[in-house]
């Protein structure tokens, strides 16, 4: 798979920096972000391929985020991430736009898998526009 820019968003710190610091060690290309005003503030100034969102945030919640991205960058592919065993949430959110919903916690091979899907579908629109 070539090289692609991904941006990973949750709450959880602990989280979050283990994840990033797993993808980057894979050679993946990644940047995170602890809310959804920081991740909308980062594709402002600069593009991502696939996000990984979670649903469950504080103040901006990842259904919120999700439509704010999908105004600014609808070709971004985004995967929602939830704990909270909300299947609603993710239905909601491939309603919204996203490409799909994983449960935490979740195997890096599996959401590695989940991402290699949704950047294929985000060439293959590309190509097709």
Request: charged share 35%.
């Amino acid at each position: 798979m070539e090289k692609f820019k991904m941006l990973v968003v949750d709450d959880e710190t602990d989280f979050l920096e283990t994840i990033v610091k797993r993808l980057k060690a894979r050679n993946i290309e990644v940047a995170g972000a602890e809310s959804g005003y920081q991740a909308l503030d980062l594709m402002d100034r600069q593009d991502f391929d696939v996000v990984i969102l979670d649903v469950k945030m504080p103040g901006m919640d990842g259904i919120e985020t999700l439509r704010e991205m999908k105004k600014k960058k609808p070709r971004t592919e985004v995967i929602m991430l939830t704990g909270h065993a909300s299947v609603e949430s993710g239905i909601q959110g491939m309603q919204l736009g996203a490409f799909d919903y994983v449960m935490k916690p979740v195997a890096l091979d599996e959401l590695l898998e989940k991402v290699r899907q949704a950047y294929e579908r985000k060439l293959l629109q590309e190509s097709a526009a």
